[in-house]
């Protein structure tokens, strides 16, 4: 992995060379317009539409990250007399760029799928989240999402791998005299960085937010939004100057952590200080931001619907069972949501399989719900935290549920097993009564969602989205349950554009419960729905601290 480096002479010698860097006119003014770009784009993205502007920003910042990137790379290697003169220092830059802008251009394209994991630096989610799949791709991206994610992690080695090559060839070209560096020793370059600056900014930043989060309780409404407000701005702001240190750390590491002590000309002293009016203008940008992400994190954070996940209230009974739903029902949720499976007679039982020990009387048990049938299933057991309960079908759950007049969210567990008629049986038997008692049904197979809409308009039918990383814009459905992890504001927003609620599955802390709040969903589905009622009722000052959150999450 390279050298071992002392973190304090590291540090040092790594702050020291920014330092020198900002001295350098054209570097600290062209950053800072880089970072002004950003910021109006992060201000952009808290409004729907504008589309054509944001995309020319996206661009416009890229483009000018590869000329930035050129540019420190030539004032690391050109002489004191060309970083004296700011015309003579750009136009060797651009020489240069010409003779290595194709591997700029792969470098900072790459950089931009690599942070992915880290922080969207207020576009690449978004952008991921504008990606339209091919219909009949959706169901295989979403049925196989194991093995997509672990294609995706193959793939993110790969392509680590290869920004690492072209650091590489970066290394040599820049710096003749450089011994090539080949194979994974190059990955220090990469994980230094990592570690020595962008954990350390995670850490922090997600300390003053736990910190906001404990005197939640203990502001007044004003001194609270002042507070979380100014906590929002100054930490926006050293999320910048940390992710402009990690870039530059990067590009330090890959040609060797060279000394860059320049001797500037004391004649032109006003070309090597900080150009204070684009530094006061990124400023202005993040306070706006701070502003407006505030403000449309207040709006957002209205009641959200409650929704018993499973039927369950914590442990007070077996998921799925009628035993739990009299228990859940009497604290009134909106919602009581179910799974129901297909039985081997073409019939419906009200179980998810995988979350509760299905055995027989004689304790044996039982795997695939599909190859028993109905009559078969009605003499096993399922057992969950010490409790015991029969199965039971679809039918006697909707009776038990039309009796005290609750709602239900019906999930349909599509498997391979299901008959190739299983949809439309289901609607036959279902659909009309699903129809009357005002329920909804939702499934994870958007074929069973075109499915069930073309058999019955009338049919309240959502989409079940496991993975945030898709555009559900060609994706029409009635609603749309969104997993909580990679959540962000862009998805709910597609959705709402064309009328349709969200609810998010499955928030079970009182901390995530806020956050989703201020993410704007509609309903949660929670196994800790009491939890959720309780938040419901918390006054506004107790989700300033999720509205920081969610600005952090932007940028680490």
């Not at 009949?136 to 991206?141: A, E, G, L, M």
């Not at 004689?362 to 049938?373: F, H, M, P, R, S």
């Amino acid at each position: 992995m390279g050298e071992r480096v002392k973190p304090i002479n590291y540090y040092r010698r790594l702050f020291q060379t920014s330092y020198q860097l900002l001295k350098v006119r054209a570097v600290n003014l062209g950053w800072l317009l880089l970072l002004a770009l950003l910021m109006t784009l992060h201000i952009l993205m808290l409004n729907p539409g504008l589309v054509a502007i944001k995309v020319i920003l996206i661009i416009g910042f890229l483009s000018g990250l590869i000329f930035e990137l050129n540019l420190i790379l030539t004032a690391f290697t050109t002489n004191k007399t060309i970083l004296n003169q700011t015309d003579l220092l750009m136009l060797t830059a651009w020489r240069r760029l010409s003779k290595r802008w194709l591997q700029l251009v792969a470098l900072v394209i790459l950089l931009a799928v690599l942070w992915l994991p880290f922080g969207d630096a207020g576009f690449t989610a978004p952008v991921l989240n504008l990606v339209m799949l091919p219909l009949k791709w959706v169901d295989i991206v979403v049925m196989q999402r194991r093995v997509v994610v672990v294609i995706l992690v193959v793939l993110y080695a790969v392509l680590l791998y290869v920004f690492l090559q072209l650091l590489s060839y970066l290394r040599v070209t820049v710096k003749p005299e450089l011994v090539p560096i080949s194979g994974w020793h190059r990955l220090v370059w990469f994980l230094r960085p990592l570690v020595a600056i962008w954990l350390p900014m995670f850490i922090i930043n997600h300390l003053v937010v736990s910190g906001l989060r404990v005197l939640s309780n203990q502001l007044s409404n004003g001194i609270g939004n002042g507070t979380s407000l100014l906590a929002l701005v100054v930490l926006v702001a050293f999320s910048l100057i940390g992710l402009s240190v990690f870039l530059l750390a990067i590009i330090w590491e890959s040609i060797a952590q060279p000394k860059f002590q320049p001797d500037f000309s004391d004649d032109d002293e006003h070309l090597h200080s900080m150009a204070w009016f684009p530094t006061g203008l990124v400023m202005l940008l993040v306070i706006l931001f701070g502003f407006q992400a505030f403000h449309f994190g207040s709006v957002a954070a209205s009641p959200s619907l409650t929704i018993a996940h499973r039927g369950v209230i914590g442990n007070n009974g077996v998921p799925n069972s009628l035993d739990a739903f009299e228990n859940t029902v009497k604290h009134k949720p909106s919602f009581v949501e179910i799974d129901v499976q297909e039985t081997k007679d073409g019939q419906f039982v009200v179980s998810h399989g995988q979350d509760v020990n299905l055995k027989t009387d004689t304790g044996a048990k039982v795997t695939d719900i599909q190859n028993l049938t109905l009559e078969q299933l009605k003499k096993h057991h399922a057992e969950k935290n010490g409790k015991t309960t029969t199965i039971v079908s679809l039918a006697s759950y909707l009776k038990a549920a039309k009796k005290v007049n609750q709602r239900l969210i019906v999930e349909i567990k599509v498997t391979p097993q299901d008959s190739a008629d299983m949809i439309q049986r289901f609607d036959t038997q279902y659909g009309e009564q699903l129809i009357s008692s005002h329920d909804f049904v939702h499934t994870m197979s958007y074929q069973a969602v075109l499915k069930l809409k073309q058999l019955n308009p009338n049919l309240i039918v959502g989409y079940i989205v496991p993975l945030n990383v898709m555009s559900i814009k060609n994706l029409p459905a009635d609603f749309y349950s969104l997993q909580a992890i990679g959540l962000n504001t862009t998805m709910i927003r597609q959705a709402h554009s064309i009328g349709a609620p969200v609810f998010v599955w499955t928030p079970d802390k009182i901390a995530d419960m806020q956050i989703m709040r201020v993410l704007g969903v509609d309903g949660q589905i929670t196994n800790q729905m009491t939890q959720l009622q309780q938040v419901n009722r918390q006054p506004l000052k107790q989700f300033n601290w999720a509205i920081v959150e969610n600005v952090v999450n932007q940028f680490c």
